[in-house]
């Protein structure tokens, strides 16, 4: 099983986080933040990824420090359980209709940190959720993770329909980028021999 575990506590976060790239979805999320344990949950789902996360934030603030925190944390336990990289897919790209809304996510767990985030999504708040974070978790996610990450949204006007589409999109290009090709088990799917 490639798992991973952390713990990383600041003065504005306390966060736990535990994940199972093979596993089968289950996720448990408490971040005090509705809006974003429904994405983290769907997350998890849609990578079948296991997800165990707690986090204690500065939410009398804001959603800021929470969001951009466990996508940092996400990002690192990720990059550990996936060890040396031997067999993944390296590369995923799925896109998710979401009634009105279209997003495409590309996802190369290339070693090089990048993100790309051509999503409209209007300053809202979404409960206790500032809507503008979206691109800050997945900045986070992309750089701790060493990946580099294309969000492109071709329409929608529903901005919790957008962002569930982002996530979507991710979990399941995530799924398939991890994913271990039985063909090429033991190699680094890179010219240069490395990720």
């Known amino acids: 099983m490639r798992e991973a575990k952390l713990e990383r506590n600041t003065n504005e976060t306390q966060i736990s986080l535990e994940i199972n790239l093979d596993g089968t979805g289950k996720a448990e999320i408490q971040t005090g933040i509705g809006f974003f344990d429904h994405m983290l949950t769907l997350l998890a789902f849609h990578s079948e990824m296991d997800i165990k996360m707690i986090c204690h934030g500065d939410l009398e603030v804001d959603s800021h420090h929470s969001v ?31 009634d009105e809304a279209l997003v495409t996510c590309n996802l190369d767990i290339s070693g090089r940190s990048f993100l790309v985030f051509n999503v ?29 990450l294309h969000l492109n949204e071709a329409y929608g006007n529903n901005v919790h329909h957008v962002i569930e589409a982002c996530f979507k999109a991710f979990g399941r290009a995530l799924k398939e980028a991890v994913r271990i090709d039985e063909k090429n088990i033991d190699k680094i799917v890179s010219s240069k021999g490395v990720l």
């Open 68 to 98: 951009e925190d466990m996508g940092i944390a996400l990002g690192k336990t990720i990059l550990e359980a996936l060890g040396d990289k031997k067999g993944i897919t390296r590369y995923g790209h799925f896109t998710i209709p979401m």
């Open 120 to 148: 409209d999504i209007p300053k809202v708040n979404l409960g206790n959720y500032e809507s503008e974070m979206t691109e800050e978790f997945f900045r986070a996610v992309a750089y701790n993770m060493n990946a580099t």
